[in-house]
Structures are given as C-alpha cells and as structure tokens.
C-alpha cells in the first residue's frame, strides 16, 4: 500500500511518502514571506518530483492530510491536494485535526504527563487540546476548542502538562506565571504538525 501525506497548516509544510509502514521520502519547507513563497508553490515542486521521478499517481492506495485548526490558506492547500488526487483516483482520505498531530509528535520520548497543545488563533486567543498516552496509543482528554487567554487557566484543569504548539511560543510572553508553571517545555519536540509523524502513527493505528 502506497501513503501520502500532506501538511501545510503552519508555518512549515511537509510532505511524506509510505509504502506499507516504510518511509520512502520525506520532505519539509518553510513559507518564505520575504520572497512571497507560498505553500502551494513550495509543495508543488516536491509533488511534481514525486510523481515524475517516482511513482505515478495509479500507484496510490491513500492519503492523509492535517485538516486544521491552524492557517485557513494553509489548511486550503493541502486539503485541495488531497481531495483533487482523491475525485481523480477515488482515493480515501485520513484528515486528522492539526492539535493531534502536534501531540504526535511526542511519541517515542516516554511522556507520562498530559499533553497540552496550543495552535495560534490569532486575538489573543489558542485552539487548545489535551492528550495523554496510553499503552502507546494517543487519547483525546479534551477536543480542540478555541480559548481566550484570559480563559486558558480554567481550561488547563490538569498540575502540570507537556505544552507543545505554535500557540506558546507566540503567546508566551503573555501568559500568567501560573499557566507557565504548569507547562514543561521539551525542545526535542516539534511544535508544528509533520506529515511523516502524522503518518506513522495513523498507519499504526487508522482506526483513530
């Protein structure tokens, strides 16, 4: 079975290619403001490489793509890939939201504590979940909801999370000394979604 995988609602774009669960490309890209680069033009050049140089497009079984919360024209890229190669080939589409994928990826760093992610909305307000692992499996503890920061402390119920997403990062210098206190930071895990984590875990686990 042949998977691929977009994503382009941040910042950062990717794209990834699997045979059965075996990675056989992966790609990522940044959206260049300065240069007015953006993800359709950046992603095209890597899908036009992967159908040229490599497969054809008869030879896919499935495809996966983040379907937000995060940038509208971002979430509009990928989603129009996806469903164009989909109407063509009568592909199925896995479309898990963004927060999740972001928790992904923390799999593999042996997190014991709930898993708090923040997606920027824009007027001081985050698209927020919460995670936790189990047994290698991720759950959702609550569903991404859009938060006011002035309401973010009620939402996070939890002593302590692992805080992940591009909506700490921006808001940070905002956030009270008490909502701080309550997210660990890990460095080693991306706070953008990636099309390669995305994928291996669903391919793992596609009935989530």
């Known amino acids: 079975m042949l998977s691929l995988a977009i994503n382009t609602s941040s910042t950062k774009g990717s794209l990834a290619i699997f045979e059965n669960k075996k990675l056989l490309r992966s790609t990522e890209w940044e959206k260049d403001q300065a240069k007015n680069l953006s993800h359709s033009e950046l992603a095209t050049p890597a899908l036009e490489e992967f159908f040229f140089n490599h497969h054809a497009l008869k030879d896919l079984n499935l495809l996966i793509c983040g379907r937000g919360p995060g940038s509208f024209t971002g979430i509009r890229v990928g989603l ?30 042996r997190i014991d504590l709930p898993i708090a992610v923040m997606i920027d909305a824009q007027k001081n307000s985050v698209f927020c979940a919460t995670y936790q692992w189990q047994q290698n499996q991720l759950f959702a503890l ?21 805080g992940l997403g591009d909506g700490y990062l921006h808001y940070a210098p905002y956030l009270s000394e008490k909502i701080k206190s309550k997210l660990t930071r890990n460095s080693d895990i991306a706070d953008t979604p990636s099309a390669k984590c995305m994928s291996e875990y669903l391919l793992d686990y596609p009935d989530q």
């Open 142 to 162: 609550q569903e991404p909801t859009l938060v006011p920061l002035a309401e973010l402390e009620n939402y996070l119920a939890a002593s302590q999370y692992l």
């Open 80 to 109: 129009s890939v996806v469903k164009s190669l989909a109407y063509i080939s009568h592909l199925p589409i896995l479309a898990p939201d963004d927060c999740f994928n972001i928790a992904i990826n923390s799999r593999g760093h």
